[in-house]
């Protein structure tokens, strides 16, 4: 299994950023996807999941109505939208495959003015 992060960056309290995680070794079609973050000192939160199908979604709390988790099947593709970013969501993200235990090497996102 290889998950590989890309999109993450430095952006301005209130920007949007789109990450994206490329997977392979795997039926990707057939996997519910995950994006986890932590933050310096604290624990690994869920940030959203996705069904294999697309649907349904699920959302952490702090993020709920402003990111959006959504795949391409045809891409082996999972993305997470990011908008009206907080400092607050500074972290490093991860892509997962939760059924498989599978974790990508993260991209970090940094929120600051």
């Known amino acids: 299994v290889q998950l590989v992060e890309s999109g993450g960056g430095l952006v301005q309290p209130g920007g949007s950023l789109r990450l994206s995680c490329q997977a392979s070794?795997?039926?990707?079609?057939?996997?519910?996807m995950s994006w986890y973050r932590q933050a310096p000192g604290k624990e690994r939160e869920l940030v959203a999941n996705?069904?294999?199908?697309?649907?349904?979604?699920n959302y952490g709390d702090s993020v709920k109505g402003r990111f959006t988790i959504s795949r391409d099947n045809d891409k082996n593709t999972v993305y997470l939208q990011m908008n009206s970013l907080k400092p607050e969501d500074t972290a490093v993200y991860y892509c997962?495959?939760?059924?498989?235990?599978?974790w990508g090497q993260g991209t970090q996102v940094t929120v600051s003015a």
């Open positions: 996705i069904w294999s199908s697309g649907e349904p979604t």
């Open positions: 070794g795997f039926t990707f079609s057939s996997r519910s």
């Open positions: 997962v495959v939760p059924a498989l235990r599978s």
